[in-house]
């Protein structure tokens, strides 16, 4: 314990030192998502992760999180210095979508409005129209729909057929998923409800179509957090990574927050579901970029303009 706060003290002064800002997602380590707010950073959805990033005055921002969203960051801000605590850190969702195939896939469907999760490279956002979040992706297809679009979606197959089911719009799915959302389990949920009535189920909507059929709120990470608050009820059953689980707690005191149940594991599991990427994110490896300044994102000037414009279509309409 004091060797951890010793290390939080030593990257409030290197953040302070380098006039840096620390942006944090919900999923990584706790002491990171306190010590980006403590400080003046930010813990938040992609979303917000993205237009905080952008509108900071600060030079350089240490991203905790995974590398699209360093890759954002940079894409937006170009002037700024992006670090992130360790570059390996990927998603699943990018991995499963290489940059080559779908752009291919993309050439064959040449009457289609492209439209990319943003959980995906740099490259891939360049060939798309429009970049989307989890918290805005069903608005932004609603209104390409009523435009009379025909949408191509990708990477997250259970996202777009999320979407897709609401809006009714003519989506073509790439075939993707998140290894984390992946692993929740319909049946399962099923029993755990039983047990627990008064529960309400708040579900990302990365997660597989039997557990968002059971959800009571559907959402982005922010999204979910703000249901948790909101609500009256005072039992949860939460659908996503479990580091959300920290804010959520802060955020609604005295509710009691379940997590839903994962493959192969049982109802009571404690750490099934969380990212393998964005445990990569802590305070030993934030402290050495700090003083380093080692791990700096870097994204092809080229393809950072053409991936801009899909992100900045995305923020126009969300402004
Ligand atoms: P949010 O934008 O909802 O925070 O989701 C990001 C993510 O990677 C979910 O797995
Ligand atoms: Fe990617 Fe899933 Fe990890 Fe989110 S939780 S970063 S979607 S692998």
């Not at 620390?22 to 990584?28: F, Q, T």
């Not at 979606?153 to 998140?178: E, F, N, V």
Request: aromatic share 6%.
């Amino acid at each position: 314990a004091d060797e951890r706060a010793a290390l939080k003290d030593r990257i409030r002064c290197l953040l302070k030192e380098r006039e840096a800002v620390l942006v944090a997602h919900y999923y990584v380590d706790a002491d990171l998502q306190d010590l980006a707010e403590e400080t003046g950073g930010c813990v938040s959805d992609s979303l917000e992760m993205a237009r905080f990033g952008r509108d900071h005055p600060a030079k350089t921002l240490v991203v905790a999180g995974v590398r699209f969203m360093g890759e954002t960051a940079k894409i937006l801000s170009p002037e700024k210095t992006i670090l992130m605590p360790d570059l390996d850190a990927t998603c699943s969702l990018d991995l499963g979508c290489p940059a080559d195939e779908f752009a291919a896939f993309c050439d064959q469907h040449p009457d289609r409005t492209v439209v990319v999760y943003a959980n995906t490279s740099a490259a891939v956002k360049a060939r798309a129209d429009w970049m989307v979040t989890s918290s805005i992706g069903l608005d932004i297809v609603k209104h390409l729909h009523e435009q009379g679009k025909k949408i191509l979606w990708a990477p997250d197959r259970h996202l777009g057929s999320y979407i897709q089911k609401k809006t009714g719009a003519d989506m073509l799915l790439w075939q993707g998923s998140c290894l984390v959302h992946d692993e929740f389990k319909g049946i399962e949920l099923d029993l755990l409800r039983a047990a627990h009535p008064d529960a309400k189920v708040l579900v990302h909507p990365e997660s597989p179509e039997s557990v968002v059929a059971q959800a009571d709120v559907v959402g982005s990470t922010t999204q979910l957090i703000n249901a948790a608050q909101t609500m009256a009820a005072t039992t949860f059953i939460v659908a996503t990574d479990n580091g959300i689980l920290h804010k959520m707690r802060m955020a609604a005191p005295g509710k009691h927050f379940i997590e839903a149940p994962t493959a192969g594991n049982s109802a009571t599991c404690k750490s099934c579901a969380h990212c393998p990427w964005m445990a990569m994110n802590g305070l030993q490896n934030l402290a050495e970029v700090l003083e380093s300044g080692r791990n700096e994102i870097h994204v092809d000037p080229e393809i950072g303009r053409q991936a801009k414009r899909s992100i900045d279509r995305m923020l126009d309409f969300a402004a």
